[in-house]
């Protein structure tokens, strides 16, 4: 299988390339030349499997340069008991009639990137094997919360490997923060930076794109790599669950074969909705993705006009994950959706750098359209959400995936759609515990309390167990304090890896 660029100025490449490159050299993404698919026959065959089995059949057409053996290997060290609190990984729980969540936060961070970055260092170093790498990988991310913590976890003392984590000072949760900055390995870094998300992606980008100092960088036995979802290897991982929860379906007999579902994904970056394009691609029953945003609701407005607009305030909420005016993988349904035409997604995306916004001609948005829905929740909306998802189903979720039934209930009241729905829940809602505190015991009640007093509190109310990670954090030792202003970026990674 080769993998081509969005941006249609650099060779094909095999996945062991994609995925130590993580970006294209011409400022593309990667996309796979072809969609694998799956028939119906092949899709009752993965109900039958469990979540290792199924990640497997999913991942290996994918990986034509990876053996089977070693596409088993990785999957094994990723979805296994010592990383994930449950034996189903990703286990389906209903909600209500028709009414799924795809909890997807019982890996070792807490958050769903958990699912892909569990396994992402053990395909970059095979990777890096396949394709003769001599230098130190170097991983570079921003982070709006949480991919951050999950990377590090996931590289942390990995042979061959380093990893710098960027993430905006004021952007993230106290725990988010707090889990970041104690991450004990010798190989990590971890950077405040001034600004918002879409800076500190902004910075990456950038630092990618300096051929100069990337030429530096390997001239000192360094190669720099992305663990953000614009790596493919991060992509592949998320398209497995779609799967496996329609698997879940069959097996407990909600649909027979072919019947099909929506599924309801709280969105930033354009990832996890990204991968459940893919899976719809490969033949998963899909009838509509409803992109579910916050109060950055530029997703919303595309999908509605065909019109991308970052031009607006960005606003901080309590979905901070979703903080994002830039969703850097809308760059790839975009190449799929225009018949893979790289020369209208380059002038886009040059669109988008010089002035801030670009319009999609009309086949484009009516085939974005077509497919998806979308709408957002302000935070007071989202807060609502999880209150009355507590009180009518006993289920506690955490702020983004409230964003994520606050916009589902919007599209039933708009549509009448009774199809069978799976609302993707991104974070256990103990990692944004003042939020959900407050949104289930009233604001009187977190007053004053930090949020680690909060996670007992939570615990007590919910009788839900406190996730292993989230445990003592306040009493973990800070390793990294250092803050730097958007401009200095490029000088911290120099200074983290060159100098001693
Ligand atoms: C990253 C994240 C999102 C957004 O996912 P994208 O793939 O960036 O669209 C939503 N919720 C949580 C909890 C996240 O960590």
Redesign the pocket.
């Given at each position: 299988m080769f993998y081509e660029s969005t941006r249609g100025n650099f060779r094909r490449v095999f996945s062991a390339e994609a995925i130590k490159l993580g970006i294209s050299p011409d400022g593309g993404l990667f996309v796979p030349r072809e969609i694998a698919t799956f028939d119906l026959p092949a899709l009752e065959k993965l109900a039958g499997l469990d979540y290792r089995e199924r990640a497997f059949t999913i991942l290996k057409p994918y990986l034509t340069d990876f053996s089977e053996e070693e596409v088993r290997e990785c999957v094994a060290l990723a979805y296994n008991a010592d990383k994930y609190d449950t034996p189903e990984i990703a286990p389906l729980r209903r909600l209500a009639g028709g009414l799924f969540a795809l909890e997807l936060w019982h890996g070792p961070t807490s958050?769903?990137?958990d699912m892909a970055l569990t396994i992402l260092p053990h395909l970059m170093t095979r990777s890096a094997a396949k394709t003769g790498e001599k230098s130190t990988i170097v991983i570079l991310v921003a982070t709006?919360?949480?991919?951050g913590k999950a990377a590090l976890e996931g590289f942390k003392d990995v042979p061959g490997t380093r990893i710098v984590v960027f993430y905006p000072e004021e952007g993230v949760s106290r725990v988010q923060k707090r889990q970041m900055i104690t991450q004990e390995g010798k190989n990590v870094a971890v950077v405040a930076v001034r600004g918002n998300f879409d800076d500190a992606q902004n910075g990456v980008k950038e630092i990618f794109g300096d051929a100069e100092f990337n030429r530096e960088l390997n001239s000192s036995g360094y190669t720099l790599s992305s663990a953000n979802?614009i790596n493919w290897g991060r992509l592949l991982p998320q398209i497995a669950y779609y799967f496996s929860a329609y698997a879940d379906l069959l097996n407990e007999g909600t649909v027979s074969v072919g019947d099909k579902i929506n599924f309801v994904v709280?969105?930033?970056?354009?990832?996890?909705?990204l991968a459940a394009f893919y899976a719809r691609e490969m033949g998963l029953p899909v009838r509509r993705l409803i992109c579910a945003a916050n109060a950055n609701n530029v997703l919303a407005d595309f999908i509605r006009t065909g019109a991308y607009d970052r031009r607006r305030p960005f606003i901080k909420t309590a979905s901070p994950?979703?903080d994002?005016l830039i969703s850097s993988n809308l760059e790839r349904l975009l190449y799929h959706l225009s018949g893979r035409d790289h020369v209208r997604v380059r002038n886009w995306m040059a669109d988008l750098k010089e002035s801030g916004r670009y319009s999609v001609d009309e086949l484009t948005r009516a085939r974005v359209g077509k497919l998806f829905w979308s709408d957002f929740a302000g935070d007071g909306e989202t807060k609502e959400t999880i209150r009355s998802i507590y009180r009518n189903y006993n289920y506690l979720v955490?702020t983004?995936t409230a964003v994520g039934l606050n916009v589902y209930k919007k599209y039933t009241v708009q549509t009448g759609d009774p199809t069978i729905t799976i609302v993707v829940s991104?974070?256990s809602p103990f990692k944004f515990n003042e939020s959900v505190a407050g949104a289930i015991l009233g604001e009187e009640a977190v007053r004053g309390k930090d949020e680690f007093s909060l996670l007992e509190v939570l615990a007590a109310e919910s009788k839900m167990e406190i996730p292993q990670g989230l445990k003592n954090l306040d009493k973990k030792p800070v390793w990294h304090a250092s803050l730097v202003a958007r401009e200095e970026m490029q000088e911290a990674v120099r200074r983290n890896l060159l100098s001693v």
């Open positions: 958050a769903f990137k709006s919360g949480d991919t979802s709280p969105t930033g970056n354009f990832g996890n909705i994950s979703m994002i955490d983004h991104t974070a």
